[in-house]
């Protein structure tokens, strides 16, 4: 079976359990987010994600995926889950495909809300939070990597994490180098190009200062905990 016809699978899976997922939401007022370093994106609501790096460029994709990861913090996680990652009780966002098919069904949902007999199950947040927002928060939950993604590199990763928490790193350019390769293979779950896994952040991060050693052992210490 094809990842695609899976991912379709899926996309209509969740929308059919809008129609009776009960989410209890509660009165959680939505949180502003900071969205003035992204590129303008004009008044009508867009039906596809402008913030995709092959239409903005790298950096400023990158930018999206950091405000959108923190507008879904504030936001989203309590009902959808830490990283994306659903518990089960609501509808699993990682799925939706990266392209128009799912954005229209976000950016939707985003935008009006859903109640269901006369209560609110989710908040509309279109109006408060704004267009940005919401496509800062599709490109983050979009690079989200599938379950399992970093099984295959986890002994190598904790070998790489351990070296870097040492201080003392004998190659930094091979070791960076590594995670990039490893980042290229990390799969996500909406079929988007890239991951914005914790080895692509490692990657990012560094350098031949020490100091950016530790950050990228913390990094990975986090993201391999939680994969476990």
């Given amino acids: 079976m094809s990842a695609n016809i899976i991912r379709g699978g899926v996309a209509a899976f969740i929308l059919m359990a809008t129609t009776s997922l009960v989410i209890a939401h509660g009165d959680v007022a939505p949180q502003p987010v900071n969205t003035d370093a992204l590129p303008e994106v004009g008044e009508e609501w867009l039906t596809e994600n402008p913030y995709r790096e092959a239409k903005i460029g790298h950096e400023a994709w990158l930018k999206a995926v950091e405000i959108g990861a923190s507008g879904y913090t504030q936001n989203c996680a309590r ?22 098919v799912g954005d229209e069904w976000f950016v939707e949902r985003f935008r009006h809300g859903y109640t269901q007999d006369g209560t609110t199950k989710m908040p509309a947040f279109g109006d408060i939070l704004g267009q940005k927002a919401a496509w800062a928060i599709r490109t983050y939950v979009e690079t989200r990597p599938e379950d399992g993604a970093l099984d295959a590199h986890a002994k190598r990763l904790h070998e790489i994490r351990d070296e870097l928490g040492s201080g003392k790193v004998a190659d930094t350019g091979a070791i960076k180098k590594e995670l990039e390769t490893i980042a290229t293979e990390v799969k996500t779950a909406s079929g988007a190009p890239v991951a914005d896994s914790v080895t692509y952040e490692a990657a990012r991060i560094l350098s031949d200062k020490p100091e950016s050693w530790k950050k990228a052992a913390e990094v990975l210490t986090v993201g391999l905990s939680a994969t476990q």
């Fill in 79 to 100: 009902c959808h889950g830490l990283g994306a990652v659903s518990g089960g009780l609501a509808p699993d966002l990682r799925f939706l495909e990266a392209e128009e």
